[in-house]
């Protein structure tokens, strides 16, 4: 159930120049969130509605009552949460939205566009290590953060725009020459890496789930500042998604 909670800041870190790792108490987010949820985050001394920010929840901890948030600072949402310190309480929002799964095939590969790592190793958590784990990232100055990823999924295998990390390409790159029919895949990034997904592979592989990145008002459904066009009508991403059957989605009137 969606519910506006208080939690206070336990712990930062920046995993790598400009992308941090938040970890909160709060004790019902820890319990009932699940992989491909998320929650609207805000400083509680912010007085601007507007910088309540979606976040993909990265880890749970129910014994100890914490869950975990990585973000990129990209603007001014995030550099304010990038600058709380710990004992601070932030407004939490959640948890929010659908999860991945279930998943047509025991074998579950996942593809990931740099922070769309987030809510996979939340299912990496909940399901253990992926058979397969593609991480897509621009270059060298993502190395931190792809040593980051590794050490908590050895079994990424990366690869870099430039080539400066991993192997050249896309991390849709991973599912070239692969048989993919009796695979399920979990995929969170730009969207244009996943409509770039579904229109290479979608022919080859049944179940491709994909968790859709929209702007986001309320988070409870009731300002439809998030939807987006489906082959079952137009739904919400806070909601109804974030999680989709990529075979759902009108990829052509999706504005990336
Ligand atoms: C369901 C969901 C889960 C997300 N999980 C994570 C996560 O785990 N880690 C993470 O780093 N980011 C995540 N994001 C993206 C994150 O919400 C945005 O980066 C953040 O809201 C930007 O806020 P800002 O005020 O710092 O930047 P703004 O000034 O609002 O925007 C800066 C830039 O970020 C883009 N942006 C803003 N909001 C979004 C959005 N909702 N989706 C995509 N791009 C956006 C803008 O177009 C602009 O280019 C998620 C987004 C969604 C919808
Ligand atoms: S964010 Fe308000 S309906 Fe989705």
Redesign the pocket.
Known sequence: MIRDYQAPLLAKEEVSPGIWRLSLECPPIAREARPGN?VLLKAVSSSAPL?R????V?ETDAEKGTFG???????????LLSGMAPGQILSVRGPV?GQFGPFEHGRVWAVAGT?GV??LLFLRQARGAFDKLFLGVGNAGWRPFAEWVRARAPEMELFSDDGSLGKKGFAIDGLKDQALEDVSLAVCGPNPMMKALYGQYGARCADIQV?L????GCGMGGCFGCVVDTETGRRR?CIDG?VFQAREVKWDELHL
Do not use: D
């Open positions: 998320f910088l920010r979606p976040l993909g990265l948030v990585l973000f990129r600072v990209v603007g001014a949402g995030t550099e939205g922070l987030v809510p968790s990145e929209r702007r986001m991403v974030p």
